[in-house]
Structure formats: structure tokens, C-alpha cells
């Protein structure tokens, strides 16, 4: 037992709350599960470990597929399972080599390739899709009719099968095959052979998908045929990163997939330990136009304590009029930022839409003797320099620096060609691409829009990508607005704001009740920025990385310090996240709030009730609610920013709930609003500190939380303070 416990304990260590849902998720109870896994947030550690869990738990291992797209990535999987579990036989492969291997199998007395119908063993090769087109025009078929991959596709118009029937009869004689092949035949043995059926269904038990969202139809098909009625799929994928639709890849498999799978539960993996915080604000705001239920918020989860990663640099957009111009800033960045922060030629990366343009970049930085990373061949090992290749090539792959160079139109977004919707879709994509290419940057992301460059043979003309319009813009400095009139303005804005949003909220109350709580999540942080923009407000948040250590399906309180009316915009700002408060019912008064209070599920407290915190303590745990509300502790009330020692009721509930603090510390935003002196810019610093948690506190000594909770807190605002 303690083995096992140990073992345990090294599957979940590091896990953030949603990792661990993920490897621990049940699905005799709750069904087949999507994660929809953020650029950056660890898929591949929750697929191994999940792999991990089940065989500790006792799932056999020889009953767990885990599919995935490369070899490389299956590998990558088996060498990480196998460090727990050295001898684990778990089918970790493509689609395109299990397809393969169940057509070599040998069932009864005929190899699977027999029972398809083939006269000799299959093979698949090159050079079959180069005649096809010969051979369909004498079959009396069109030359681009079908596509060699879709010869074996079972929903063809019955007419045009009967044409293609003699040359598949062809491929069953010869064996000469193409890998799509693979994908169609074994599902069609699987699906219409009862004794291949049930030996498949029986050998896995557990299937697990990687990339799902690049998975094509056929694909999703031979998933389907080995599940049966199994519901034990664990499928992880990013619609946001789907780029693949060229290949066929089916990115409608993942908004099918709770239709497809009625009993199934979606999970999202939102933190991020690859990018600074903003880099991710702006691959945030590339789809805020997304479906509530899919939309997912990237949230910074990387401490590295390296000055570049400190700074929390800006995207940056560099305009030049030429290449020429361009490429000498380029090669200065490297220059400064290797000197300024010791980094190697192989920390920076050059991005690309098109093949051709990485050709020019690679041959600009050769000129200036620049080494460029070669991959490994036998004639000459790696050179470990800059990364210059194809938003396509650095999928899975990061950079501390990223140059994305072509942000233009015609280049990002590529040209779409065809019918009205054709082009809306290959839009789409291209916005997925942009997101990908964004997401690779660690700490600094540089924007290239060149105005003039040799394209297609020729010098052309280039206008910005549209893409550009969601990096946010800075707030000038400087204003001339009186402040009389700055604050009025203020009010009318942002209470109309409110009232503006009440409307859509009380709609979906009565006609899309699933929506509102993602519709809550999603205004409250749209009214944050709203706020600040309209305040001429910039917020520094630090330490931001620490939220993601706290379990958030736990109750979590998160104390800061009052100084301004603005301080609970502030904390969702540096949350990233909506949640309650704390109030007392004397707030109910002002103007809409009291409305959004309910919204938020704030937590009202009757101060001249005395019994007030076991009240709530006993609506919360007879209603099995989760409390996550910020509290600002009588005390913290500060005109001069200092904090003087608080009162400690709401940590006595925190401390009967076993929860989670959190304590940030807010400096300056009185400047916002209570004693602002003008209209120009004003930027506030908040900083989140290590989480408290009171659960594990408390297993060491039962925790006083008016003698050691409340100093414990009040200590690290004093330790912030002073340091600021």
C-alpha cells in the first residue's frame, strides 16, 4: 500500500486542480471526456499520466490505446509511461500502424487482409496516386473525379462505385495500397466481421486520442468502430489550433463531440507554462468571438524568475518599407537581446506562413553570418542556431523569442480561394494558424508588416493583416480632457455599460440557462477592460504564475487590501477570472449593483448578526456550493495605502471550510478614481502572493485564525508593502 501511495503521489505531483480532474476522471460515472488543452498547458503530461493512473489503478495494460499522429509523439508517450511502468504493454501508436497491424492479424484462420478481400499481403508504397488518374479515365471516370485516398471511402454515390469497383479489385490483387487505405479497410473489417469485432472490443478497453481535433473523418470512423458502445474515450485537442484542414483534418469532430456522445463531459486545460502573460492577452483576444462553451482563457502559469520573462514584455508591431530595412532590425534584436540576457542563437525563432519566405529569411541571416538550425542529417550534425520555418513546422515547438514575419494581407491570412463559404472556412484556419504562430513565443513576440517585398516574381505591394486589429493598443500617456469632465464621462460609460448587459443576461436566464454562467465569465471580464480603458488605466500584475497552484474546485478566498471603488475590477483583472465578494447589504443600493451581485453569486454578510459566518457555513456545505470570493478585511481600508491590522471573520469561515487564501496586494488605485488629479494615465500594481492552504495547515495543529491565521496574511502585505 504505501508503494502504491508513493506511486500516486509522483502520477499527481505538480498537477494543477485541472490536470488532475483530467487523470483522475471516472468515466463509469460521468461518461467519454474532451479536454480542450490550451496551447502550452501540458496534454501530453495529462495523456501519460492518465495512461499512468489507470494501469496503478488496475486497468490491464495490454486494454489501453492511447492514438496518436507521429511516431515521434507515440515514442515521446511510451518513454514517459514507461518510467513508472517499464513493461507495460500499451499499444501506443498512429492510426496509420494500428489500421496496419489489425490487417496483418491473424483471426481464426485468415489474416485480417483476407477477410477484406486481398489476394496477397498489403503493402503501402509510393507512386499509387501518380496512375490513378489513368486509370479512372479508362473506367470511363472523370480524372479528378475522386482523390486516390478516397478510393476506399464507403459513402460514394453508388453510380460512381460501380465504376471504381475493377480497380479495387485491382488493389485487392496486387496489394499496392496507399496509408488512407489502412484507415477505410480496417474499420470496415472491424464494422461488418463479428469475430474481428468483438476480439478488437475486447482487447481495448480504454482508447485514448491525442490532437483530436486534427483527426479526419475516417479517423474518427475506426475510433468509433473499436469503441462500440464503450464510453471509455478520453479524447484531448485545441480547436483553437486546428490547421490541418487541408489534409482533411475535421475540426467539426470536436464541436460534435457532446452530440456524438450524449453522456460526455467537456474539461479545459487554461494555464499556459510556456508565455509571459502578455503574449497570452493577445492570443486571448484572437478568439473572443468564440461559442461561450468552447471558449477558453489562456492564463499565465510560467515562473521562470529570468529577467526576460520578468519584464512581461508587450507584443511588439515593427513596420518597415522594405526586407531590406527589416532584416537589419531583425539581426540587431538578436544582437541586443544575446548580449542583454544571455541567450543562443537557437532561443530565437523566425516564423513563416510560406515555404518560400523561410528560403529569403534563411539566406538574409546566412549573409549576416547568422547561424541557421539545420536538422541532423548523416552529412553534418545539428547547428544550433535560429529557427526559421513554417507556422505548420513550430506546432508543439516554443521560442523565447519569436519574430512572426509577413503580417500582412496575402500572407497572414494567406489567400482563400473558391466559393463565398470555402473561404470562410480557410479564414477561419488562417486565424487558428495566426494563434499558433503567436502561442510559440516564451517572452518576447516581435510582429513583422513589411509595406513593399518581392513576391511571386515580382515587387509588390502589401496592406496589414487584419489580424493586427487584436493586439491591444497602448493607453497614451498623455490626455487633455478636464477632470470633471473625465469623471463624468466615467460614470455614464460604465454604468451604462451595466445597464447595457443586463438584457442578454436576463434572455438567457429564461432560453439558454447552460450559457450563463460561461456569459457571466466572459462579460465581467469584458467590463474589466472596459473599465480600464475608459479610466486610462494600466495594471501591472505580478507573480501572476501563482494562480495557477491554486485548486480552484476548492473553496478559495482571496483577501486584498481596499483602497478604491475600482479594487474589485482590479482583482478580476489580475484573476483573470470572475468570483464573488464579500459585502454587507448596505451595497445593495447603488445603481445595478446589487443585480450583478447575485449574478456573480456574492456572498452577502449581515455585520450586526453575529452569527452570520455559521449561517453561511451551513448554506454552503447543505448546498454543496464551492465558495470562491475576495474579501476586503475591515482594516485594509486605507486613504494612505497603508494596512492596519484586520478583523478576522471571514478567516474563521475559511479556516471551518478548509480553503484555500489567497492574498493580493493592490498598490495605487486610489489614484484611479479618489484622489486622481488629472486625466492622463495612471498605472497600478497588483501583486499575487503563494496561496494558503488551510487544509494542509491544519493537519499539522488546529489553526487559531484570529492569533496565527490573520498576522500570517497581514505579515506578507507588510513584506510586499515594503518592498514597494
Known sequence: ??????????????????????????????????????????????????????????????????????AKAAAEMRERVQKLFPNADIRLSTFHSLAYSILREKFGEKFGWELVGFL??????????EHFACELVDHHVLPNAIPRDDLFKPDLPCKLCKKLEPIRQGVFKTGNIVFEDLIYLSTELIEKNLTVQKEIRSRFKEVLVDEYQDINPSQYKLVRA???????????????????????????????????????????????YRSVPKVLYLANNI???????????????????????????????????????????????????????????????????????RLYYEEALESFRIPIFREETAESPEVPGVHVETVHGSKG?????????????????????GSRKQKKIQLE????????????????????????????GRLSEFKPSRFLRYLDRPVPEKSHMPLILFKIRVVILVLGYMMFVMPPFLFRCVFMRKTISAWVESRVQAFTK??????????????QSALSRVDWNRPVFVVGNHQSYFDIPIVFWTLGRSIGFFAKKELTYIPFLNFWMKALHCVIVDRNNSKACVAIKDRLESSHETARVFIFPEGTRSKDGTVKPFKSGAFRLATDLNAIILPIYIQGSRSTWETRKD??????????MEPIDLKVLSAEKPINPKTELVPLVYEKFQQIAAKQ
Not at 495512461?51 to 507521429?70: C, D, H, M, N, Y
Not at 515547438?397 to 480561394?417: D, H, I, K, N
Not at 486625466?679 to 499575487?688: G, I, L
Open 530 to 543: 472596459f473599465c480600464f480603458k475608459v479610466l486610462r488605466v494600466h495594471i501591472d500584475v505580478e507573480n
Open 120 to 129: 496477397k499481403a498489403p503493402k503501402p508504397g509510393e507512386g499509387e496516386c
Open 226 to 272: 473499436i469503441l462500440g458502445n464503450n464510453e471509455n474515450l478520453f479524447a484531448v485537442g485545441d480547436d483553437d489550433q486546428a490547421i490541418y484542414g487541408f489534409r482533411g483534418a475535421d475540426i467539426g469532430n470536436v464541436f460534435r463531440f457532446c452530440k456524438d456522445f450524449p453522456r460526455a463531459k467537456l474539461l479545459r486545460l487554461e494555464w499556459n
Open 429 to 456: 484556419e488562417e486565424k487558428r494558424l495566426f494563434y499558433v504562430g503567436v502561442t510559440r513565443a516564451e517572452a518576447v513576440l516581435i510582429l513583422l508588416y513589411c509595406k513593399k517585398r518581392f513576391w511571386k
Open 397 to 417: 515547438l516554443q521560442y523565447t523569442v519569436v519574430f512572426y514575419a509577413g503580417l500582412s494581407e496575402r500572407l497572414t491570412p494567406g489567400e482563400c480561394m
Open 287 to 357: 478568439f473572443n468571438e468564440k461559442p461561450l462553451l468552447l471558449r477558453k482563457t489562456l492564463r499565465a502559469g510560467n515562473n521562470s524568475l529570468k529577467p526576460i520573462f520578468l519584464e512581461n514584455r508587450d507584443p511588439e508591431l515593427w513596420e518597415s518599407e522594405d526586407p531590406q530595412t527589416e532584416i537589419l532590425r531583425i539581426v540587431s534584436k538578436i544582437k541586443e537581446l544575446r548580449e542583454a540576457y544571455d541567450l543562443e542563437f537557437k532561443n530565437f525563432a523566425i516564423l513563416v506562413r510560406y515555404n518560400r519566405q
Open 679 to 688: 486625466s492622463n494615465r495612471v498605472v497600478v500594481r497588483s501583486t499575487v
Open 1 to 70: 500500500m504505501i508503494v502504491k501511495a508513493n506511486m500516486e503521489s509522483e502520477i499527481l505531483k505538480g498537477l494543477n486542480s485541472d490536470q488532475k480532474s483530467a487523470v483522475l476522471f471516472d468515466h463509469q460515472k460521468n461518461g467519454p471526456l474532451l479536454i480542450l488543452a490550451a496551447a502550452g498547458s501540458g496534454k501530453t503530461s495529462v495523456l501519460t499520466r492518465r495512461i499512468q493512473w489507470r494501469v496503478l489503478q488496475g486497468a490491464k495494460p495490454e486494454s489501453i490505446l492511447a492514438l496518436t499522429f507521429t
